[in-house]
């Protein structure tokens, strides 16, 4: 791993665990065994270390879009969720800093991590507003079932651990169950008969 | 308000908005216009203050739970929806606290404030958990199905403000709806047909 990946790690741990004010640029220093100093040497400000988490977690969640099957939407949507809480395991302190430590960025810097979390949002409102025009889901409002769905998935992050008793596997499959009936998805359609 | 109850309303706007770590003894003095050290008048430390906000936004919580409606499922369980969210939009920092900073304690005041997140999850299962037993919820594992649910009406500190576009009593129903849709209730079923 390059210096600036390191520190990209290290501030994405610090900042998901001890929140973004408290980290302090001299301690993330000291995880890297640097000089206070040196690490204006790789990185401009704090902020832009916490946007570059930002943004290295949104990167992430975009690529699970991006490489949905096509084909039925409760296929797509059952590899949604299975990819976006693939990355929450994988990435937790990234995932962190994207659902929660965002918010303590400041404009210009702000905008960006919005836009970033608004485009990921708007692709998942994208999969289920397919699945409505399908007919296979049923959904008043997209945009609260999106919210509704994402809410779901991201809270994981609170309790969830890949070395726990549940595997992703399963438990992947199981919200899955749970999110496609929330979408209206009747039970024994679930394999893409619509 | 008296002054104890001054301090924990402004601490937990505090705790909420910077963070646990980020908020300083002196900084909520300066919110308070006290001095330092007379703070230490009302309180013990900045941690049994965290404990006390945790305290406050669990006993909300748990009076949603003793004030449900007895009768069928479908009927209680939307009642917990709409109070739980209620509790999030009335009280904001003291939700995102309990949701959140709690997790910057340390023993033994974390155990106490684990033990009331769990007393308040256990009621939530256990509303699911008849819900299952009258076959008015279909659900595989009631633990699951209760942290998904809690997920989704939990994440909603995050984006729902209730001065917002849409009114408490609209999100209470559609998240109603997809809650219910979830366990496995038949559209239609939803007034206690069962």
Chains 1, 2 share one sequence.
Do not use: C
Not at 90 to 112: D, G, I
């Amino acid at each position: 791993m390059d210096r600036r990946s390191q520190i990209l790690t290290i501030a994405g741990h610090l900042f998901s665990q001890r929140g973004y004010h408290a980290t302090s640029m001299r301690e993330l220093a000291r995880h890297l065994n640097l000089q206070g100093g040196s690490l204006y040497a790789h990185i401009q400000s704090k902020e832009e270390l916490l946007l570059e988490v930002v943004r290295q977690a949104a990167e992430r969640f975009q690529k699970v879009l991006e490489e949905l099957p096509s084909g039925d939407p409760v296929t797509r949507m059952k590899a949604l969720v299975k990819g976006h809480l693939r990355v929450i395991a994988e990435e937790l302190p990234r995932a962190t800093v994207f659902f929660h430590e965002w918010k303590h960025l400041s404009p210009p810097l702000l905008e960006e991590a919005k836009a970033l979390r608004r485009r990921y949002e708007e692709g998942v409102q994208e999969v289920i507003r397919e699945g409505v025009e399908k007919g296979v889901f049923q959904v008043e409002n997209p945009r609260l079932a999106t919210l509704f769905v994402l809410s779901a998935l991201n809270w994981t992050y609170q309790w969830y651990r890949p070395d726990g008793p549940l595997s992703l596997e399963e438990l992947s499959e199981q919200y899955a169950k749970l999110v496609l009936r929330a979408l209206g998805v009747r039970e024994g359609g679930e394999d893409g008969e619509a």
